[in-house]
């Protein structure tokens, strides 16, 4: 298990009839329940390799354009919307729902302690960087919104290090 096999996680859960169910949009989809562990398997391996290119490309982008490359965001996800259909054809809506608590906590369960613990500091330091940049830059705009991201991004990292410890 490593750490894209965790993010991975957080869009499947096992609906109350023992089976595997995948939300290829978390909290603000359908979910579909998949008919064998084959299957399963492969959608898992898809949504891995997907999140590891995206985050490449995200990255990629952001270094080469900055923040003109939030344009490219559509682009970037019109492969995501291909790949769930394909993914999900013939595949049966599942009438349960995964909450937000569900897809974390799995999530956490999936990370390494260290991960989650380096995590949580790199957030927590973004953080405090966005607010120094925001009282001497004063650009308001890109510090607000990384005050905002990693300040979001700290308080999910510590709720899932409390997750994992009650888990265990």
């Known amino acids: 298990m490593g750490y ?14 023992g089976k595997p169910a995948f939300y290829p949009w978390g909290k603000f989809g359908k979910g579909y329940e998949i008919d064998t562990e084959t299957r399963h398997h492969e959608i898992k391996q898809g949504v891995i390799r997907y999140t590891m290119a995206l985050i490449a490309v995200t990255i990629a982008v952001g270094v080469a354009l900055k923040w003109q490359g ?58 405090v960087s966005s607010a120094l940049a925001l009282s001497i830059e004063g650009h308001l705009v890109f ?11 700290t308080l999910v990292c510590a709720w899932m290090l409390i997750a994992r410890r009650r888990g265990s």
Do not use: N
């Open 4 to 17: 894209f096999d965790a993010l991975a996680s957080s869009c499947f859960k096992h609906t109350k009839s």
């Open 70 to 127: 939030l344009i490219l965001i559509p682009i970037v996800v019109l492969p995501y919307i291909f790949l769930v259909r394909k993914w999900t054809k013939g595949l049966q809506v599942t009438t349960e729902k995964l909450t937000f608590r569900e897809s974390y906590e799995t999530q956490a369960k999936r990370h390494h302690p260290a991960v989650l613990w380096v995590m949580l500091v790199a957030s927590l330091l973004l953080t």
């Open 143 to 153: 510090e607000i919104l990384g005050l905002t991201l990693f300040g979001f991004c």
